[in-house]
């Protein structure tokens, strides 16, 4: 015999105050008690045609300490992905914080190598934000030659950073999937 509409208010009525309580004690919080009985009260609806009259109050006793069981082990789990996550996190950081430290060395090795005209364009250009017209004024040359100065510092740049840069390529590319 399944359980219609009216002995399903009366179940719910007679047995809800005293679920919660019982999911109180297996949880340590209310927090998700409603849920987890919202959730019961469902699947005994849909069970309704199997669950005898006579095991209701087992059904539901047993299914409230399953389902605060299986919410419990399911926020273990996501404790342990957020720690996981977070370790993660901090090791990434401190790699990317290494590897960054590593290329600032290499441009400014690479900078130290520049001829002393092309350095000084280049450090005006970049580093004080000057224009090239500006840079062509202090220094007394053209304009064309400061783009030259410039045109052979980047180069240089490149390809001395050419090895460096394809392998922390991928590591941008992850950046930005991350975005």
Same mark, same amino acid.
């Given at each position: ?24 004690? *297996? ?18 609806? +849909? ?38 996550? =977070? ?42 934000? =000057? ?17 030259? +100065? ?18 922390? =390529? ?6 930005? *999937?991350?975005?």
């Amino acid at each position: 015999m399944a359980l219609d509409s009216v002995q399903y208010k009366n179940v719910f009525d007679l047995h809800y105050e005293a679920l919660y309580g019982y999911a109180c004690s *297996i949880l340590m919080a209310e927090t998700y008690v409603d849920d987890v009985l919202q959730n019961i009260f469902i699947k005994l609806w +849909q069970h309704r045609d199997s669950v005898k009259p006579e095991t209701v109050k087992a059904y539901l006793y047993t299914s409230v300490r399953n389902e605060c069981l299986n919410h419990l082990k399911h926020k273990g789990v996501q404790a342990a992905y957020v720690k996981n996550a =977070m370790v993660t996190a901090s090791k990434s950081q401190n790699s990317n914080h290494a590897e960054q430290k590593e290329l600032h060395e290499k441009i400014r090795f690479l900078l130290n190598q520049l001829p002393e005209k092309c350095a000084t364009v280049f450090y005006m250009c970049r580093q004080l934000d =000057m224009s090239y017209r500006e840079v062509a004024e202090v220094l007394g040359i053209s304009v064309k030659t400061v783009e030259n +100065q410039m045109s052979k510092a980047l180069k240089f740049l490149r390809k001395g950073l050419a090895a460096h840069l394809i392998s922390i =390529m991928p590591l941008f590319i992850l950046k930005l *999937i991350n975005l």
